[in-house]
């Protein structure tokens, strides 16, 4: 019998006395190599062993397993440093299974490095009230033979491919995956060396209401350092597709997200729907973000079918990028080309009208382009702060001879880089005849244009 720490005082005993039908408290079991004190050598060990509301204490060390989580329980690493979760040749660092355990909510995972899996280092599924703070997720995606193909599965024998893991080639799943999951908090992580850092996605469910902030994302070369996607429903990976669940209603605030996606193409915040079925993507806000040198704009919005090809259009209507700082992120591609680097993207490369966009408040720095718009609909730009000898915001169709963007750009009141306004002498300029400049700001919103995140 293991040793189980109760952590009631007398009024909570008294309590229970009387209300001897109530669950029992919250008891600490405790984790460390060597089984000293009672406590259990594994991680997993420990989880079996716990009774919902627990909490399993792991000491430092490296546990070489993977960890998988199906009651609500707080696993907490006492040093993200030097509490190891090492996953090498299995599949996930923590793996949060509400696909098999219907209901599952509020768990915590805290205090960790979790490394070397050969997919998502922490992967949460059909879940609710989830929390994943503190920790160190590097170097995994570490699957062998891995290529991105464009077909709805692909990784290697990947636990889940075409049901809870679709679309998924080349980058694995990455750091973090949630898949169907609501209410959660991801939050000051690190994230570094893996395929992707952030991914968000729908195959099970929707996936609302989550919080992805103040995180570090950097230097996760194959893909997004945050990306909010929606793909097909599980078992539903080829003609005709369902429409999706959607990612709605999350926000990404506060992140640092740079030198991602840098080898293949993938942006610092991505909101993108991928072309199989019916996407949904709608009402997220980006806000207070670092993105700096990412593969793809800083900010990219694309859709992939709609109209253009004789289908219905995706729904990525009412999404909101505000307050960012953006720099030095390279030139989007394919369907969504960008006439250069591109600081925020908003892309119809199907022909889906993009509406209720709102892009405020963001200064960007060192792009080609500092918006791009290509969309049968209106966007609306304002109180953003542009550098001079730029394009300010671009209608792309005017640039690439596209014929999808048939809608207007208001782009009133924003600074463009000087004074003077677009096409002054060391302003920014804009590029497209469905552009609303006038009037413009004289002077930046943030003062003298600097990065206050």
């Known amino acids: 019998m293991k040793f189980r720490t109760f952590g009631f005082g007398l009024a909570a005993a008294a309590a229970f006395v009387f209300l001897t039908a109530a669950a029992s408290p919250a008891a600490t079991l405790c984790v460390n190599p060597g089984g000293a004190m009672g406590c259990y050598t594994t991680i997993q060990a420990a989880v079996n062993h716990a009774h919902p509301g627990d909490i399993v204490y792991v000491t430092p060390g490296t546990y070489h397993e993977q960890v998988t989580i199906a009651i609500p329980l707080s696993l907490l690493g006492a040093d993200a440093e030097a509490t190891v979760i090492d996953a090498a040749n299995l599949a996930h660092g923590v793996f949060v299974d509400g696909f098999d ?88 992580n690190e994230i570094a060396g893996n395929a992707d850092g952030i991914l968000v996605s729908d195959e099970t469910g929707e996936s609302r209401g989550n919080l992805l902030a103040r995180n570090t994302v950097k230097d996760n070369p194959l893909e997004c350092g945050i990306v909010l996607a929606s793909h097909p429903p599980m078992n539903m990976t080829s003609p005709p597709f369902a429409p999706h669940f959607g990612v709605d209603h999350n ?18 915040v991505g909101l993108f729907t991928d072309g199989m079925g019916r996407g949904h993507v709608t009402g997220n806000v980006i806000i207070h973000n670092r993105l ?126 000087c004074p003077g306004g677009p096409g002054a002498p060391n302003c920014s300029t804009a590029g497209g005849a469905n552009i609303t400049f006038t009037p413009w700001l004289r002077r930046p919103v943030t003062p003298a244009g600097e990065d206050k995140h």
């Open 101 to 188: 355990n219907a209901g599952l909510a509020n768990v915590t995972i805290a205090g960790f490095t979790v490394e070397h899996a050969l997919y998502e280092g922490i992967l949460v599924v059909s879940a609710a009230d989830v929390t994943l703070r503190g920790n160190r997720v590097l170097n995994n995606d570490t699957v062998p033979g891995a290529a991105f193909t464009g077909a709805p599965a692909g990784c290697p024998n990947q636990p889940g491919s075409g049901i809870y893991e679709t679309d998924e080639t080349g980058d694995c799943g990455g750091a973090i995956h949630l898949v169907g999951v609501m209410d959660s908090i991801v939050s000051d």
């Open 292 to 417: 700096i040198h990412n593969g793809l704009a800083g900010v990219a919005l694309h859709t992939h079918v709609g109209p253009a090809f004789g289908l219905p259009a995706d729904d990525m209507d009412g999404n909101q990028i505000i307050g960012n700082f953006i720099a030095r992120n390279l030139a989007d591609q394919g369907d969504t080309a960008t006439p250069g680097p591109v600081g925020i993207n908003i892309n119809s490369g199907g022909g889906s009208p993009v509406h209720g966009t709102v892009i405020a408040g963001n200064v960007i720095r060192q792009e080609a382009v500092a918006i791009a718009v290509n969309t049968p609909a209106e966007v609306d730009l304002h109180l953003n702060d542009f550098a001079p000898g730029k394009i300010g915001v671009a209608d792309v169709c005017a640039l690439d001879g596209a014929s999808i963007c048939t809608g207007t750009i208001d782009a009133t009141e924003n600074y463009w880089g």
């Open 251 to 268: 926000t990404v605030a506060e992140n640092l997200s740079q030198d991602n996606g840098v080898q293949i193409g993938g942006s610092g």
